[in-house]
């Protein structure tokens, strides 16, 4: 059974720093596109982070050299390390795979193309 595991989330200051984690049960990371979600109350689940199994990884503009996504195989899980945070971060945030090797450019940000998600991590930052 494939499952997702986030954890790593909490409130923080704006400024301050926090690494998630997504622990991948059932499947290798490594050969699949997984990606980080976000969704803040009211607004659509967005797409913030993504890496394929190459090692390719893209993000969205709005986390552009604050974010880092990365994955550790041996550990079999995905990271997303959040410098710099913003009281706009604020959101639950949720770890995704999709049954590709490859983040479709098209599709990358679209949350229907993804198969499996976590149960979410909630995120505060405060001003």
């Known amino acids: 059974q494939v499952q997702l595991v986030e954890s790593g989330g909490g409130s923080v200051q704006a400024g301050g720093s926090l690494r998630l984690s997504c622990v991948a049960v059932?499947?290798?990371?490594?050969?699949?596109?997984m990606g980080w979600f976000r969704q803040a109350p009211g607004k659509e689940r967005e797409g913030v982070a993504t890496i394929d199994s190459v090692g390719s990884s893209s993000y969205t503009d709005s986390v552009k050299g604050r974010f880092t996504i990365s994955q550790d195989t041996a550990k079999n899980t995905l990271y997303l390390q959040m410098n710099s945070l913003k009281p706009e971060d604020t959101a639950m945030y949720y770890c995704?795979?999709?049954?590709?090797?490859?983040?479709?450019?098209?599709?990358?940000?679209?949350?229907?193309?993804?198969?499996?998600w976590g149960q979410g991590t909630q995120v505060t930052v405060s001003s």
């Open positions: 059932g499947y290798a990371i490594d050969n699949y596109c």
């Open positions: 995704a795979f999709v049954y590709r090797a490859r983040c479709d450019p098209r599709r990358r940000w679209e949350k229907w193309w993804y198969d499996i």
